[in-house]
């Protein structure tokens, strides 16, 4: 297939593997290496850039080419927004090993210790009267989710589906709003999340009770009032180069 100049310096592809069951949409640079390309998919995959072979499927997902130049631009090669690169990985390594977080040794801590510790959000939270820890704001704060405005119900600003940003302390997380309304955990309304990446605590489930579905450690619920919807495309969590 020809390849053609193109004049765009970055470009949004869909990345695939043989390792996981997913695909993930990603922004990378043309200027990039075929090796270097690599390297940033080693995160984003689990495969050894060593160990990686690519190839290039076009939007209507029919076969373009594999990229085996190491030392090829990416932009070299006919890809377009839309296109998807396949990782097939060599390293031995199974389909859905790196998906498996039961096989992950955890860390865990009692509350009564993590509670000793002065380095912790909590600790912080604490000294700061922050969040929970102020009993003023969450007093407020819970008489006002109790009693929603008619005008200004959490349905109607954070409609399902929508893209979000949800603020932490000293950090954001985007995702997706899943569910809107009451739960049986807690009083008050809350927005269900999916987030972008395995930052949050459960799979859209809590004690037994499913409110929507998505990955383990996707999910999460959070007050309106930390939520803003808008468009927030997913990041690349330094994957990325412009």
Known sequence: ??????????????????????????????????????????????????????????????????????????????????????????????????????????????????????????????????GRYNEEERAQQEAEAAAPSPRRRPGQLHPVGSRCEVAGVGHSRRGTVMYVGLTDFKPGYWIGVRYDEPLGKNDGSVNGKRYFECQAKYGAFVKPAVVTVGDFPEEDYGLDEI
């Open 1 to 130: 297939m020809e390849v053609t100049g193109v004049s765009a310096p970055t470009v949004t592809v869909f990345i695939s593997s043989s390792l996981n069951t997913f695909r993930s949409e990603k922004r990378y640079s043309r200027s990039l290496t075929i090796a270097e390309f690599k390297c940033k998919l080693e995160l984003l995959v689990g495969s050894p850039a060593s160990c990686m072979e690519l190839e290039l499927y076009g939007v209507d997902d029919k076969f373009y080419s594999k990229l085996d130049q190491e030392d090829a631009l990416l932009g070299s090669y006919p890809v377009d927004d839309g296109c998807r690169i396949h990782v097939i990985d060599h390293s031995g390594a199974r389909l859905g090993e790196y998906e498996d977080v039961s096989r992950v040794e955890k860390y865990t801590i009692s509350q009564e210790a993590y509670d000793q510790r002065q380095d912790t959000v909590r600790s912080f939270l604490k000294r700061s009267k922050l």
